[in-house]
T-cell receptor, first 118, second 110 residues
Framework: NAGVTQTPKFQVLKTGQSMTLQCAQD?????MSWYRQDPGMGLRLIHY???????DQGEVPNGYNVSRSTTEDFPLRLLSAAPSQTSVYFCASSPLYPEKSSYNSPLHFGNGTRLTVT | RKEVEQDPGPFNVPEGATVAFNCTYSNSASQSFFWYRQDCRKEPKLLMSVYSSGNEDGRFTAQLNRASQYISLLIRDCKLSDSATYLCVAPQTGANNLFFGTGTRLTVIP
């Protein structure tokens, strides 16, 4: 089982360029999310999705777009890269929060993408 | 107030020592919590889930104190391989989103 696969592993962009970070999972998880991790800030939620065709904003959505056309894929698009978007990006997935349960499922993470914007 | 707060450390302990990390959470309705381990330049990996008062897995014990809204992670007989950053995680109520603490850095010294 591949789990959660992210590409690329590393990327350098110039300010103003756009790019798409790819994320795919083969566990049939309905919930997928993108986090960024910066020193001293921890993991912060950018966007998330609870199923195909449904996306929503997290804590830090500005400058990023997402789409969820299939259960498996959840790409993250940087529209016009800025140096403040230099970070490590993680994609994660889990089964959907059960409607009648109080308990969340843990997240499964991809290997991460290290992005530098100059 | 942050959703999840941790002491960032660092904690430097000798091999064989016992170390405990605490984490506080703000949402009193949260029911499930997690501890993740993150090695340098790697993705976070699930260490333990905490769904009731506590959980034990070998040398690792997680405890939940709902009255005081904190969870703790105890590591006994520390190994060199335990050196990592430990992330405390709490959920958004009634949703899938998880809030991560900034992590506590542990270094086990020979």
């Amino acid at each position: 089982n591949a789990g959660v696969t992210q590409t690329p592993k590393f990327q350098v962009l110039k300010t103003g360029q756009s790019m798409t970070l790819q994320c795919a999972q083969d566990m049939n998880h309905e919930y997928m999310s993108w986090y960024r991790q910066d020193p001293g800030m921890g993991l912060r939620l950018i966007h998330y999705s609870v199923g195909a065709g449904i996306t929503d904003q997290g804590e830090v959505p500005n400058g990023y777009n997402v789409s969820r056309s299939t259960t498996e894929d959840f790409p993250l698009r940087l529209l016009s890269a800025a140096p403040s978007q230099t970070s490590v990006y993680f994609c994660a997935s889990s089964p959907l929060y059960p409607e009648k349960s109080s308990y969340n499922s843990p997240l499964h993470f991809g290997n991460g993408t290290r992005l530098t914007v100059t | 107030r942050k959703e999840v707060e941790q002491d960032p450390g660092p904690f430097n302990v000798p091999e064989g020592a016992t170390v405990a990390f605490n984490c506080t959470y703000s949402n009193s309705a949260s029911q499930s919590f997690f501890w993740y381990r993150q090695d340098c330049r790697k993705e976070p990996k699930l260490l333990m889930s905490v769904y009731s008062s506590g959980n034990e897995d070998g040398r690792f014990t997680a405890q939940l104190n709902r009255a005081s809204q904190y969870i703790s992670l105890l590591i006994r007989d520390c190994k060199l391989s335990d050196s990592a950053t430990y992330l405390c995680v709490a959920p958004q109520t009634g949703a899938n989103n998880l809030f991560f603490g900034t992590g506590t850095r542990l270094t086990v010294i020979p």
